[in-house]
C-alpha cells in the first residue's frame, strides 16, 4: 500500500537523504522514495503490515532524523497531525551540516511564523551590522578596545544567538558536527583568539547565506512546481442534463463530462460532442494548439481553447494522463544518478575529514614545533567553518531535479536521474520504423485480387481478422474496410472461435469456423500458401481464408513529418550512428531510410531479431557510449527493455512498452530525442560546474589557510556564498533553451 507524507518546513536536502534510506530499509517497507523538491515522502508498505503501526515508525524516523516537521499522512484518510509545531530552522542532520534555511513554508499554516522568522533574521542582522559599526569607531576613531570589543560580543551574540541555541541543543539530542555547531565553535574559538571582528563577520554572513539560499531554493521549488501544475481541480459531470462540479477523482469510467472554454480536461477520455481546438503544450511541450474532433480520443491535461466539448470518461482519475506523468516525476528522484550518489556518500565522510583536519592544524605544531597556538588554532577555524559540504548536497539533486521537470515541460518523461545521465551518454540511436519513423496510419495504395474475389470479399475477411489487432496495419485495414461495409455490424464477438497474433508476421483468426489469415509473406509461408507479389515499396498484407489465397492489399504509410531534420540535428550533438531496425521488407525500409537519412537499417526482422541485433549494435559500440532504442512499443517492448535507454512513445504506445522503458515522449515524435539529449548534457554541465565551483572554492581555502593567506570572511564566503551561487546556477537548467 502506498502512503504519501509531507514534510513541511523540511529544508535540509542531507536529511532528506538520510531519512529516505532509514524509510527504505525499514522491514515492513517495500520501497520509499523522498522528493526534496515538493517535500513529498511515498512509502509502499508491504502487503501484511499494519498500516497505522508502519507510518508510526515512519514518523518517528522523521522525528528523529529532522525534528521539528510538521508531517502530514495523504491519501490514506488518516488523520493530520496538527498539533506538530513547524519550526522552519530545524536543521539538525547529524552526521554532516547542510542547508539550513528559513524558508517560507507557504504551504502550510505556519506561513506567518516563517515569514516573522524570517523578519526577525533581518532585523537582528542588521542590528548587528550597526553594532559592529560603531565597534569600530570605538576601535579606531576613539581607540577605546573594551567598548569595541564589549560591543563586537553583543554584535555576535544578536546575529548568532540563533546558531548558538540551536548547536546547544542539538548537542543534548547528541547531535555534534552539525552545521551549527561547527559554525559555533569556529566563532567561538575566534572570540577566545581575539578575533571579535572575524566572529561576528561569520555570524552575520552566514545568517544571510542562509536567507539567500533559502530564497534560491524556494524559488526553484515554485519554478518546478509551476511545471508540474498540471492536475485538474474539478470535473464538471453531467447528471440528467445538469452540470455538478465534482473531483476529478470520484469521476467514473464511461461518465459524461463537460470541458468548457479555458477549462483543463480533467480525464483521459473520448470526444463525443463537439470540435475544438485545445493547448497541449503542459502534456507534449508543443506550442501549436491540437485540433481535436468528435470520436477522437482527448488526453487529461490539456485546456480547451475553442469550443465547448462533451467527453465521455475512459479512465480514471489515478489512470489519466496526468497522474501517470505526475507518478512519474514524482518517482524519478529515487532513481538517483551515479553524481548525486557520489556526493550523498562524499558528504558522509567530507565533514569528519575536514573537522579532524582542523583539530590536527590547531594543535600539531604547537605541540610538535612549539608554534604559537593562537596563530595556527585560527587556521584550524577557518578549516571548521568550509567543512560542510552543503552548496554540493543541496545543488545537485536540485539540479537533476530540474532537470527531469524541464524535460517534463517539453513532453519528455524521464523516468529517473540515472536515465538523464545516461541519455548524456548516448552515441547510437536504434529506431523502430512502423509508428516510430512513420505515422504508422497506413492507407490502402492497390489491392490485387485472386481470380473471382471481389474487393469487398477481400475486406470483409481481412475487416474481420484485423478487428482485434492494435497494429497500426491491423487498425487501418479496419478503417479502410470500414468504409466499404459496416465492419462494426459484422463482427461478432461470439463467432470468433480462436484468434492469434503472430508477431511480425500477421493475424490468424477462425471465424464462423472458417481460418482467415492476414499478414505478410512470412505468414503466408509458415501456412503453405502461394502468394503473389510485386516489386515495389509499399507494405503488403496477403489475406487467405481456409488455405485459399484472396489476393494481397497493398498499404503505404506515410513518413512523419521533420525525420530528416531531426536525424541531422542529432548527428550535429554528436550522435554517431542511426540505426532502423523493422519487421516490414526491405524494399520498403531503404526507401524509409534513404527518405530519413539514416546510416543504416535492418529488414524482415522478427522481435527476437531486433533484441539480437541491439545487443551487437550494444557490442560493438564497446562501452564507448550508450545505445537509446526509440519505438512505439508495438512489437518491440523486449528491445526497449534490452537497450541502454528505452525510449517509448506516450501517446500511441502500449502500457505495457511505456512500462518497460526508461523515457516517454508524450508526441510520438522523434524530435523529442535531440531535446532530450541537450536538456541530458546541460544538466550535467550545470552539475559538475557545481561539483568544481564548491569543490574547488573550498580546496583552495583550505590550501590557503594552512599557509595563514586565508582569513575567515573568506572561508564563510567559500561556504555560504558558494552555496548561494551553486543553487542559483542550477535554476539556469529551467531557463535554458533546448530547442
Ligand atoms: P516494425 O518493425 O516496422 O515496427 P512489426 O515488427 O510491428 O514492424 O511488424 C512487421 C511486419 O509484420 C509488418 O510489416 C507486417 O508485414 C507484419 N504484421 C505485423 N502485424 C500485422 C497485422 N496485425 N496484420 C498484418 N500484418 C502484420
Ligand atoms: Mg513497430
Known sequence: MKVEFVLGGLNCAHCAGIIEEKVKKMEGVDSASLNFVNKKLIANIKENENVTEQIGYIRNIIDTTEPGLKIEVLGQGIENNSDRESKSESCSCSSSCSSCSTEADKSNSSIFRVENEEKLKIISIAVAIILSLSAYVFKSVLENEIVANALFVVAYLVAGYEVLGDAIRNIFKGKLMDENFLMSVATIGALIIGEYPEAVGVMVFYSIGELLESQAVSKSRKDIESLMNIKPDVANLLVDGEI?????ESVNIGDIIVVRVGEKVPLDGKVIKGNSMFDTSAITGESVLKSIKKGERVLSGVINKKSVVTVEVEKLMKDSTVSRILDMVENATSKKSKTENFISVFAKYYTPIVVSLALLLAIAPTLILGEPFSKWAYRGLVFLVVSCPCALVLSIPLTYFSGIGISSKNGILVKGSNYLEALRKVNTVVLDKTGTITKGTFEVSNVVLSDGVTEREIFEYAGI????????????IVKYASGILEIDEIVDEK???????????????VYEGKEILAGNYRLMQKFGISYSESENSSTKVHVAVDGLYLGRIEISDEIKAGIAETIDKLKNIGIERVVMLTGDTGLVAKEVSDIAGLDEYHANLLPVDKVNLLEQIIESNGGKGNVAFIGDGINDAPVIARSDVGISMGGMGSDA????????????????????????KFTSKISWQNIFLAMGIKIIVLFLSVFGLANMWLAIFADVGVAVLAVLNSLRVLNEDYR
Not at 512498452?657 to 541530458?680: L, Q
Open 244 to 248: 455538478v462540479q465534482v473531483s476529478p
Open 465 to 476: 481478422a484485423e478487428s482485434r489487432s492494435t497494429h497500426p496495419i491491423a487498425i487501418s
Open 495 to 509: 463467432n470468433m472461435t480462436e484468434y492469434e497474433e503472430i508477431s511480425s508476421h500477421g493475424v490468424k483468426m
Open 657 to 680: 512498452a511505456i512500462e518497460a522503458s526508461d523515457v516517454v515522449f508524450m508526441t510520438d515524435e522523434i524530435s523529442k530525442m535531440p531535446i532530450a539529449i541537450r536538456i541530458a
